[in-house]
């Protein structure tokens, strides 16, 4: 499986950007596929995922962000509104091959196998 992000760019805080996540092969729409982000500095967090379990979000996120899917265009969106300056950061889309379970919400990065190169998001203030 092959990712691509896109939609990363530059915006004032209060504005809003859509991220893609573009996913090779036939069995792309059965994965679970989450969005991490990485502040400079910092770790690599979670932000939201979305499978046929449902949808999590971050706190830090929640009300603001939404995720979703085209399974016709084998892609998932991060629709980010609201956007602050503390959003910005390289963010990454990841794609579960493995099982997924009702009722579990996959936020780890070693719940993903396959992660795409990062999008910078840039919220200046």
């Known amino acids: 499986v092959q990712l691509q992000a896109s939609g990363g760019g530059l915006v004032q805080a209060g504005g809003s950007l859509r991220l893609s996540c573009a996913g090779s092969?036939?069995?792309?729409?059965?994965?679970?596929v989450g969005w991490f982000r990485r502040a400079p500095g910092e770790e690599r967090e979670f932000v939201a995922t979305?499978?046929?379990?449902?949808?999590y979000y971050s706190d830090s996120v929640k009300g603001r962000f939404t995720i979703s899917r085209d399974n016709a265009k084998n892609t998932v969106y991060l629709q980010m509104d609201s956007l602050r300056p503390e959003d910005t950061a390289v963010y990454y889309c990841?794609?579960?091959?493995?099982?997924?379970?009702?009722?579990?919400?996959?936020?780890?990065?070693?719940?993903?196998?396959?992660w795409g190169q990062g999008t910078q998001v840039t919220v200046s203030s």
């Open positions: 979305i499978s046929w379990t449902g949808k």
């Open positions: 092969g036939r069995t792309f729409n059965m994965y679970g």
């Open positions: 990841a794609a579960r091959g493995r099982g997924l379970s009702s009722g579990t919400y996959y936020s780890r990065v070693d719940d993903y196998d396959y």
